[in-house]
């Protein structure tokens, strides 16, 4: 009989297996026979009844939430297919009903192909009442999303009206309701939209978008178009968080922050401009989403996140050596900015300036690259392990090439050019470049992509409920 090591595997197989082994805290080995034994018990069972198609499948669930979008009749009803998909690689379970209008955008065939469940249309269709029932949509859902939200939608919300299947839901369900309107500029702009909008505020529903920019009639420009999936999803997963989701609870995580310092002497250093906002903000996400978060952090001059541990450190030695103290480790996120170089000879004593005497030469040598060691470590691998890509050209390729000479699984590529503010600024731009692809995540607060990352992270791991 031929043997087969799991080091013989390929790269991707390597990496969900680690997955699946960490998720049921057994061996790498061990998952291979509880994977093996469960193959061969299944070829001795009786073939299963085909089932109808399911779509595209989760790679994970985000504890079996489900939404339910309500797609309203205006062009953006297309963008509202690329959601589905964004809300399903999450690993919401998603429903949909069309209003009539929206039947006249898309199809109800798209709809379903992609959520993989009945589309929902007629709230007189007895068909779906006796076997669903709107009152049933309404009630089995953790949230409701409408997008678009077109002006009538909203006018029919703010005043209560129940004359499709879309609006009775809407009045029916208990669930929170998350909005993405999408009009015309003028219809936006009208006082009886705006008021619509006041009201629907008041009633507790959350808004995301319109954003401003090209409408889809020519030269039209101004407020009313529909926010992004990416945007809408995102939204999404502020909402559950902000229902005390706990989707980290259990896990380890470990997150790398801020520069370092690289000592000339005792009183001079090299450093660089890396704030630790964005680092800090995941340690804080990753603890409001309960994990066990160890922070080891450069010298910055933000305040200690709540609920972390924080291990203070000065140069990327001292940052290796703390990250090798820390493991093991669930999940690895290197935000830091290591810097490249430390000084070879560096002063015992704070060198002296001498008149008449030449100028010192610095000697730089290369620090330890802590993602790509712990990435590479032969035994406490984490899980998942996570790295930045501070660039400032060819953000795309480069971050691609990082992911495989460092060995992550994921990298969250930046452009940091002065142009962009990123540096020590308050927002930031992402692409999420993975082995399946590249994903690029809309402009945000570094807080909310902490947020986007801990929710992307959760459904990865699949994490247990607290
Ligand atoms: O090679 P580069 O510095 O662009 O890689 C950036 C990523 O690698 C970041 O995640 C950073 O935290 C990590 N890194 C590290 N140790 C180094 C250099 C970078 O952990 N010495």
């Known amino acids: 009989m031929a043997s087969l090591t799991v080091r013989q595997l390929d790269e991707t197989l390597k990496q969900q297996l680690r997955l699946r082994a960490a998720r049921s805290g057994r061996s790498v080995?061990?998952?291979?026979?509880?994977?093996?034994?469960?193959?061969?018990?299944?070829?001795?069972?009786?073939?299963?009844?085909?089932?109808?198609?399911?779509?595209?499948?989760?790679?994970?669930k985000v504890a079996n939430k489900r939404v339910l979008l309500i797609i309203g009749g205006g062009i953006a009803a297309y963008k509202s297919l690329d959601l589905i998909r964004?809300?399903?690689?999450?690993?919401?379970?998603?429903?949909?009903?069309?209003?009539?209008?929206?039947?006249?955008?898309?199809?109800?065939?798209?709809?379903?192909?992609?959520?993989?469940?009945?589309v929902f249309t007629d709230l007189f269709d007895p068909a779906s009442e006796f076997d669903v029932g709107h009152i049933r949509l309404a009630r089995d859902t953790d949230l409701v999303v409408v997008a678009p939200a077109t002006a009538d939608l909203m006018a029919k919300m703010a005043n209560g009206h129940a004359n499709d299947l879309a609006t009775a839901v809407l009045l029916a369900?208990?669930?929170?309701?998350?909005?993405?309107p999408a009009m015309n500029p003028q219809m936006w702009a009208n006082q009886a939209t705006q008021r619509n909008l006041a009201q629907l505020k008041a009633d507790g529903v959350t808004m995301t978008g319109p954003n401003a920019g090209e409408m889809a009639e020519s030269g039209e420009?101004?407020?009313?178009?529909?926010?992004?999936?990416?945007?809408?999803?995102?939204?999404?997963?502020?909402?559950?968080?902000?229902?005390?989701?706990?989707?980290?609870?259990?896990?380890?995580?470990?997150?790398?922050?801020?520069?370092?310092?690289?000592?000339i002497d005792p009183v001079r250093y090299i450093a660089n401009r890396s704030s630790g906002k964005q680092g800090h903000a995941i340690a804080t996400a990753a603890a409001q989403a309960g994990a066990d978060?160890?922070?080891i952090s450069g010298p910055v001059?933000?305040?200690?996140?709540?609920?972390?541990?924080?291990?203070?450190?000065?140069?990327?030695r001292d940052m290796l050596r703390a990250t090798e103290q820390a493991l093991p480790v669930d999940v690895a996120i290197f935000a830091a900015a290591v810097a490249d170089w430390?000084?070879?000879?560096?002063?015992?004593?704070?060198?002296?300036?001498?008149?008449?005497e030449s100028i010192p030469d610095l000697l730089l040598v290369e620090n330890p690259d802590i993602l790509?060691?712990?990435?590479?470590?032969?035994?406490?691998r984490p899980a998942l392990v996570i790295g930045f890509a501070a660039e400032t050209e060819n953000v795309e390729a480069n971050a691609k090439a990082k992911l495989a000479r460092k060995g992550c699984d994921w990298i969250l590529a930046n452009d940091v050019s002065p142009q962009t503010g990123i540096m020590g600024g308050d927002s930031n731009t992402i692409k999420l470049v993975t082995a399946d692809g590249i994903e690029a995540w809309p402009p945000q607060s570094k807080d909310d992509v902490a947020r986007m990352l801990i929710a992307r992270i959760a459904a990865a791991m699949k994490a247990p409920k607290a």
Do not use: W, Y
Not at 41 to 60: D, H
Not at 173 to 180: D, I, Q
Not at 372 to 380: G, P
């Open 342 to 356: 430390r000084v070879a000879n560096a002063g015992e004593q704070k060198i002296k300036k001498k008149a008449g």
């Open 372 to 380: 790509s060691a712990i990435a590479h470590h032969i035994d406490q």
């Open 301 to 316: 001059t933000l305040p200690d996140p709540p609920g972390v541990k924080l291990i203070k450190v000065e140069s990327a």
């Open 221 to 263: 420009r101004g407020t009313g178009r529909m926010a992004e999936p990416m945007e809408i999803a995102g939204a999404v997963d502020r909402l559950f968080a902000a229902q005390g989701e706990r989707p980290l609870a259990g896990q380890r995580v470990l997150v790398t922050s801020g520069p370092t310092h690289e000592p």
């Open 293 to 295: 978060v160890t922070l």
């Open 29 to 60: 080995e061990d998952e291979v026979r509880t994977i093996l034994k469960a193959a061969a018990e299944e070829s001795e069972a009786p073939a299963p009844v085909a089932k109808a198609a399911p779509g595209p499948a989760p790679a994970t």
């Open 86 to 118: 964004r809300l399903k690689e999450r690993g919401f379970a998603v429903r949909c009903i069309l209003t009539a209008a929206a039947t006249q955008f898309i199809t109800p065939l798209a709809a379903g192909a992609l959520t993989g469940e009945r």
């Open 173 to 180: 369900t208990t669930a929170k309701v998350l909005l993405a």
